[in-house]
């Protein structure tokens, strides 16, 4: 049972590309969100899923893209990739028959964009 | 939206000291308060929550308790020991089915031995 799995861990971009972050997770989870963690500013909501098929925006996403073709997948799009971006990126899930507020994270992916 | 506030940003404790993170939130339709600890470069991971049916919550040396008046509720680490330093994060949600949370900055905190 590997929980939630992410790829990459480490990345650094040029200004201008685009990449994605692979998650899936195999507890059955219903829902599935992405965050970004910065120094001082905690961890922000940037897409999250409540099923295979449904969307939706949390605080800040800008700059990203996110689909939900499975129930065990969530890749996170940049499309265009800035400095700005330049963040740890941490995947999450939750549901499974227990509280949908109870998020198990990710290990995280390192992005660096030049 | 919910804003959830978090002091101190640091906190300094000599070991067996104990600890207390104070959060407020905003939101009075919050009803459900997790708090993560984060150790350096890993994955915040779930360690204590409570819900607004209860005022505090133990587990061993980790104690959480909730005023709903005034909107704000704490994390407690008695008999601290190196191996909590640490980043906790507080967050608060409100009630299912689903609904996001909202964290707070985080608060590191240093046990020194």
């Known amino acids: 049972n590997a929980g939630v799995t992410q790829t990459p861990k480490f990345q650094v971009l040029k200004t201008g590309q685009s990449m994605t972050l692979q998650c899936a997770q195999d507890?059955?989870?219903?829902?599935m969100s992405w965050y970004r963690q910065d120094p001082g500013m905690g961890l922000r909501l940037i897409h999250y899923s409540v099923g295979a098929g449904i969307t939706d925006q949390g605080e800040v996403p800008n700059g990203y893209n996110v689909s939900r073709s499975t129930t065990e997948d969530f890749p996170l799009r940049l499309l265009s990739a800035a400095p700005s971006q330049t963040s740890v990126y941490f995947c999450a899930s939750s549901g499974g028959g227990g509280d949908p507020r109870t998020i198990y994270f990710g290990e995280g992916s390192w992005l660096t964009v030049v | 939206g919910e804003n959830v506030e978090q002091h101190p940003s640091t906190l300094s404790v000599q070991e067996g000291d104990s600890a207390v993170i104070k959060c407020t939130y905003s939101?009075?339709?919050?009803?459900?308060f997790p708090w993560y600890k984060q150790e350096l470069g890993k994955r915040p991971q779930l360690i204590i929550d409570i819900r607004s049916n209860v005022g505090e919550k133990k587990d061993q040396r980790i104690a959480v308790t909730l005023n709903k008046t005034a909107k704000h509720f704490s994390l407690h680490i008695t008999e601290t020991q190196p191996e909590d330093s640490a980043v906790y994060f507080c967050?608060?949600?409100?009630?299912?089915?689903?609904?996001?949370?909202?964290f707070g900055k985080g608060t590191m905190l240093l046990v020194s031995p």
């Open positions: 967050a608060a949600s409100k009630p299912a089915g689903y609904s996001t949370l909202t």
């Open positions: 939101d009075s339709a919050s009803n459900y």
């Open positions: 507890m059955n989870h219903e829902y």
